[in-house]
């Protein structure tokens, strides 16, 4: 038994270490700063109560970025002095973030022990390699990131810090083998327990899915897909999945190594950078002479994120969402004894409102950022959630699982297939869309984003959008002269949200203008940039008439994206003529 000894190392607080949208994240260069890292952990530690740190088990782990490695070797020498029992980490470190949240609740060590909670270390779709981002954020012991409560919290630690703790003496543990390694410290044993980075979330998809009947469904020979994991942690899910569970063909997975650059991507999962994906599916000009397969994906660097696409056909996140939660009781074993309810972050298209209207189903509308879910599921009132921003997921965990979205679509694709295997045609993944939208509507839909603006200009535009909603008299003038042929703005407002669970209350969460025809265009800055701001505008209009549900996205929402652009003067304040990324 290797014994350690704990060093306590005077400190001092080093700024911008504030949690954003989905925890601290920022250029590899700062977290390797001295005492960067050391600084958060234990302001971490400190934030948390005590016996949820001395004496508990924490999980840490992430999507294998560049700079994981050393990392988590801090992170466990840390833990080792601040008096935490046990850690486990995932194989090689890797553990994608919905497999930490499955983790957590479900993974039983020594004695039926279970965690306290994990750090994930990951800064999801921003690239990663030497000179790009890193990430860190803490989850709960329901699996969920940590609240607002702990986040200030860890917040004002950060600006106070004085000291931090850690076990210098510890040596490196070996994260590649599986198995156990135990230390002796000052407060008795400490254990490392590496284990299989995918069995505990395998087994949570095979209670959720019938992968059987989606087995059936890979083995048609008209079926085929493509699985893009964009050299993210997905990767090993997806071989552990859909080749080895499902008996997918090796072809069928592209990207599916985890690279700790992401070999050079950009890891998120859009029509912008998934292009390899985009390509093979037909959806770009070079691939119009292909036979594309009947169903693709991808997924973000750590796996929460999930992009749907049929043969040259793109699904929109938020008719994702809501087309699942329209299928889920028949098509997903799961849910076979109904919705508890569904909701959707607030920028998020409201096609799931109306399946939820249809099927008389609770609803909920929250801020952006999947910790607001949490506390509904936690309260038994949500069953299926999601955002526009390639999100999806549902109450099995905590975080939003860009796997369980592709196993939730292939369990429809199947259900329904099953009687028509054997026939001329599979129903794709566009007549399931194109049905959906003959029975509820459909609702157009884009996001134009602005990277990396600079931080007062982004400001500035925000503060008029919000003094330009003062009198709805001269607002609805000002639009009907950029463009006379959009509805009348019924409300214009800032979105505040009050928790049904626990009554906290959320202020300014974007810049809404509601217009009465269901219109909307909303105003954000990104919360999960590392440099400069990001403006996201949401632009979304609804069409009831199934004779003109077929339009090209771009063309139907033109003139509301023109209104969106003139009334935040958006060219004038930032010098920005197009947007970076338009979703
Ligand atoms: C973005 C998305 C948001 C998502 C978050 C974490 O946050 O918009 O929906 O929850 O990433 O994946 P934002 O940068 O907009 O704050
Ligand atoms: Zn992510």
Not at 47 to 55: D, E, F, I, M, Q
Not at 165 to 177: C, G, H, K, Q, R
Not at 286 to 307: L, Q, T, V, Y
Request: proline share 4%; hydrophobic share 40%.
């Amino acid at each position: 038994m290797v014994l350690f000894t704990v060093s306590r190392k005077e400190t001092s607080p080093i700024q911008g270490q504030k949690p954003g949208t989905s925890g601290l994240r920022k250029k590899v260069t700062v977290f390797k700063q001295p005492n960067y890292l050391h600084n958060f952990v234990q302001a971490t530690f400190n934030a948390l109560s005590p016996n949820k740190v001395r004496g508990a088990t924490i999980v840490v782990s992430g999507d294998g970025r560049y700079f994981s490695e050393e990392a988590i070797q801090i992170i466990i020498k840390m833990a080792a002095a601040n008096g935490v029992k046990s850690i486990w980490v995932g194989q090689n470190g890797l553990l994608s973030t919905p497999a930490v949240s499955a983790v957590i609740r479900e993974r039983e060590g020594k004695d039926a022990t279970k965690a306290a909670g994990g750090f994930i270390l990951t800064a999801s779709h921003n690239p990663g390699g030497p000179h790009e981002d890193f990430g860190i954020k803490y989850n709960m012991e329901n699996g969920g990131p940590a609240p607002e409560g702990i986040t200030d919290k860890i917040y004002v630690n950060t600006t106070t810090i004085k000291e931090y703790f850690i076990a210098e003496d510890l040596p490196d543990v070996d994260i590649s083998t599986v198995g156990t390694t135990s230390f002796t410290g000052p407060e008795g044993s400490f254990d490392v327990d590496v284990f299989d980075s995918t069995d505990h979330y395998v087994k949570l998809m095979k209670s959720i899915f019938d992968f059987e009947s989606i087995k059936k469904l890979l083995a048609s020979p008209k079926f085929s897909f493509c699985y893009d994991a964009l050299h993210g942690v997905a990767g090993i899910y997806a071989k552990r999945i859909f080749l080895e569970e499902l008996g997918a063909d090796e072809s069928s997975l592209i990207n599916c190594t985890p690279k700790d650059d992401f070999g050079g991507g950009h890891p998120d999962p859009n029509l912008t950078y998934a292009k390899e994906l985009v390509t093979r599916m037909g959806l770009s000009k070079s691939s119009s002479e292909i036979d594309p397969p009947e169903f693709g994906a991808a997924a973000d660097g750590d796996a929460d994120r999930n992009m749907v696409l049929g043969k040259r056909f793109f699904v929109t996140p938020s008719d994702s969402v809501a087309i699942i939660a329209a299928n889920a009781v028949q098509a997903i074993p799961y849910f076979s004894s109904g919705l508890k309810g569904v909701a959707r972050s607030m920028p998020t298209s409201a096609a799931l409102d109306v399946v939820a209207k249809n099927l008389n189903l609770k609803f909920f509308e929250v801020p952006t950022g999947w910790k607001f879910f949490g506390n509904l599921m936690d309260a038994g009132v949500c069953s299926v959630c999601g955002e526009e921003s390639f999100g999806t997921g549902s109450d099995h965990i905590r975080e939003k699982d860009g796997i369980w979205a592709v196993l939730a679509w292939l369990s429809i694709l199947a259900f329904r297939n099953k009687d028509n295997l054997e026939g001329d045609k599979l129903v794709s993944v566009q007549d399931i869309v194109q049905e959906h939208w003959a029975t509820y509507g459909r609702h157009y839909y884009t996001r134009y984003d602005y990277e990396n603006v600079d931080a007062g200009a982004a400001k500035q535009l925000m503060t008029a959008l919000v003094e330009s909603q003062s009198s709805l008299t001269d607002l609805t003038e000002t639009v009907k002269k950029i463009r006379a042929d959009v509805a009348e703005i019924a409300e214009a407002d800032e979105f505040e949200y009050k928790d049904p669970v626990d009554g906290s209350i959320s202020k300014h969460q974007g810049i809404r203008f509601l217009f009465r025809d269901g219109s909307r265009l909303v105003f954000r800055l990104s919360g999960t940039g590392s440099e400069g701001a990001t403006i996201r505008v949401y632009i979304e209009q609804y069409e009831k008439d199934p004779a003109k549900t077929g339009r090209d996205s771009q063309d139907a929402l033109a003139p509301l994206v023109e209104v969106a652009l003139k009334l935040s003067r958006i060219e004038e304040l930032t010098g920005r003529s197009a947007p970076t990324v338009i979703t």
